[in-house]
């Protein structure tokens, strides 16, 4: 009869073992799905900027910090509150309401990554309203894929 009773315990070892495998795998596989197939938050870059403004032409000086992707900006201006009609397609070389031929990593023909030390602008065409004039404040929002990275302020200086 002891026997018996070593079989038994011979037999529920394998399949407690089987099961603890099974609900290992599961979990691992849980895990994995979460960490790896869910959307992970993009994180925008931390960039210390500076703006300057003129009677037409807006520029973005790259201080400090991480590079940024200029194909996943977007660049929002307004002028004493009220946006621009046309908004800079940032990259470009000419667009509707600005003159042809922005500098710096703005230009399309530029590399994609804005640097350290780099200036970014462009001139905004007398045709987009409002118009920059001195002592009219611009306001530039700068997001990557959506995310803010900075807004910035200034008072239009005669150029």
């Not at 011979?10 to 795998?25: H, M, S, W």
């Not at 667009?95 to 780099?118: E, I, K, L, Y």
């Amino acid at each position: 009869m002891s026997l018996a009773v070593r079989r038994a315990d011979r037999g529920i070892a394998p399949v407690a073992g089987v099961l603890l495998i099974a609900i290992t795998v599961v979990l691992a596989g849980g895990v994995a799905t979460a960490a790896l197939g869910g959307p992970s938050p993009t994180v925008p870059p931390s960039a210390v900027l500076s703006l300057s403004a003129t009677d037409d032409r807006i520029a973005i000086d790259h201080r400090g910090g991480d590079p940024i992707d200029v194909a996943a900006v977007t660049i929002r201006v307004s002028v004493d509150g009220e946006p621009l009609d046309s908004q800079p397609p940032v990259p470009f070389f000419s667009a509707a309401g600005f003159h042809p031929g922005p500098t710096g990593p703005f230009n399309a023909a530029s590399d994609d990554t804005w640097r350290v030390g780099q200036t970014a602008s462009f001139r905004v065409a007398g045709t987009n309203d409002p118009t920059l004039a001195p002592g009219k404040t611009v306001t530039v929002r700068i997001t990557t894929d959506g995310q803010p990275v900075a807004t910035l302020e200034t008072s239009v200086e005669a150029g």
